[in-house]
């Protein structure tokens, strides 16, 4: 493959220096995009870590010389200490040839002011984090005048996402591909669970219904089955379903589609008040609990009332009580700090029979998390970094890569990505049961136009398709590397 030498700079000055590698030359793949991320707080640095293992040439800008320190010490980016918003920083950090800039301060203003200068004295695009809910009815006109390629708010999008989960409440994860065609559900199979001790290849015979099992979460292990294993109680399935047919598997399983009708939702910050507008347009009866008291009449105004507001600390647990925890439908945990909320959901596990929600901020002890039994974990973070992740894929599919979308089903141990099929790949016009691929992948779903497939042996692959593949595999680029 052919490369390009990038050379590394060091200088200093009253408001800016650059923080590199200790080396002065580095090689930067020709498909790789020259991506600069204004902001190292939690949201970015999260994204610097995926753009880094995917290997784009990351460049960092903070105002905070130990943040920049800090994360080029952790990933191989390069890094400048200045404000995102100066024409001059951002030349320093190489505006002239970036292909992106992502723009996730804590600051919207400043986040926008720093596209709107990368667009004047570069061409790149940009995407801005912008997070006031205040310019939530002039997003549109924000981002035609600025010219975004795209806006994100972690606090939006984590509310979307659970409000998802609560529209399918026996769910602990929904990811939609193809268009909204096919979604890959995570699911926990409970105690005494007809799913427990059948074979993954009895499971279409078994219920009547079109299942496939693309991932596996069993004791701490992850891995793609194969048709003979045993499906166990406890284990933590990936499956891929189309249209309605997961509300169907789930009736024949016996677990229904129970309806929420009540959510009490601790904590009053960004995510509750987003959430709380998304499940009174649901028809759900929503409870709030904050010790802000400020922030509680905030809430109590912008809800008009709509929602119960309760100002006290949920750690008293005679305030969950007496607001009915007990016979809540759905109880989400999001203050702003990680063990609170884990207390609040394993509070609520004990003491009720409600979908859980907990939201957290560090997934650093996934292993200790996932074995809590919270349900539903949802990570803001995260969120955000899937999504831009997903239009870098996009952007790099114009360059070379046909991934049009990637979701990590399982953190850092599992992911799905959608190809786009090109008519002179070597997967077009034959068998899946004829094609030799790789160990640890599946090919999950495949989109011929509007019609989804659930593959199949017999299944093949046309020339325009979409196709889902998951895979424990790093490092997939193009349908063709599912192939040995």
Aim: hydrophobic share 40%.
């Amino acid at each position: 493959m052919l490369v390009k030498i990038t050379k590394m700079m060091y200088d200093e000055s009253d408001d800016w220096f650059h923080i590199g590698r200790p080396i002065f030359f580095y090689i930067t793949l020709e498909d790789s995009m020259k991506i600069i991320i204004v902001g190292c707080g939690k949201v970015g640095l999260a994204i610097v870590a995926q753009l880094s293992k995917e290997k784009h040439d990351v460049t960092i800008v903070d105002v905070n010389k130990q943040n920049v320190e800090t994360t080029t010490n952790l990933y191989d980016v390069f890094g400048v200490v200045g404000n995102g918003a100066s024409a001059q920083v951002l030349e320093q950090a190489g505006i002239a040839d970036a292909d992106l800039l992502i723009a996730m301060t804590g600051n919207d203003e400043l986040n926008m002011l720093s596209c709107l200068i990368a667009q004047k004295i570069g061409h790149c695009k940009t995407i801005s984090r912008i997070h006031n809910p205040e310019y939530n009815d002039e997003l549109n006109i924000i981002k035609e005048e600025l010219g975004l390629a795209m806006t994100v708010n972690s606090e939006q999008m984590a509310a979307e996402e659970i409000a998802r989960l609560i529209r399918f409440p026996s769910a602990q994860k929904i990811e939609s591909f193809a268009k909204g065609k096919v979604d890959i559900i995570k699911y926990k199979i409970p105690e005494n669970s007809k799913l427990d001790g059948c074979r993954v290849m009895d499971l279409a015979h078994r219920f009547l219904v079109k299942m496939l099992i693309c991932a596996v979460e069993h004791d701490n292990e992850v891995f793609i089955p194969n048709g003979e294993y045993v499906l166990h109680s406890g284990d933590l399935i990936s499956f891929i379903a189309t249209g309605g047919m997961a509300t169907e598997l789930f009736m024949k399983l016996g677990l229904g589609r129970r309806k929420i009708s009540t959510c009490m939702i601790v904590g009053g910050g960004g995510v509750s008040y987003y959430l709380a507008k998304l499940l009174l347009r649901m028809n759900v009866r929503v409870t709030i609990i904050d010790k802000n008291r400020d922030r509680c009449n905030f809430l109590s105004d912008e809800l008009d009332d709509e929602a119960i507001v309760i100002c006290g600390d949920a750690v008293d647990q005679s305030i969950l009580d007496e607001e009915g925890i007990r016979d809540m439908d759905a109880v989400c945990a999001m203050t702003n700090l990680d063990e609170t909320n884990i207390l609040l959901s394993l509070y609520a596990r004990e003491n009720s029979k409600a979908k859980l929600i907990t939201k957290v901020h560090r997934l650093n002890y996934g292993e200790i998390i996932s074995g809590l039994d919270l349900d539903s974990v949802i990570c803001p973070k995260n969120i955000v970094a899937d999504n831009i992740i997903q239009y870098v894929r996009a952007m790099q599919n114009s360059l070379g890569s046909n991934v049009e979308t990637l979701y990590k089903i399982i953190e850092d141990r599992a992911e799905a990505l959608e190809f786009y099929v090109k008519k002179d790949s070597p997967v077009v016009g034959i068998p899946l049961e004829n094609l030799e691929m790789k160990e640890d992948l599946i090919v999950a779903g495949i989109l011929h136009g509007r019609r989804a497939e659930i593959p199949h042996g017999k299944s093949i692959i046309r020339a325009g398709d979409s196709v889902v593949v998951v895979t424990t595999r790093e490092g997939l680029n193009d349908i063709s590397d599912i192939l040995k």
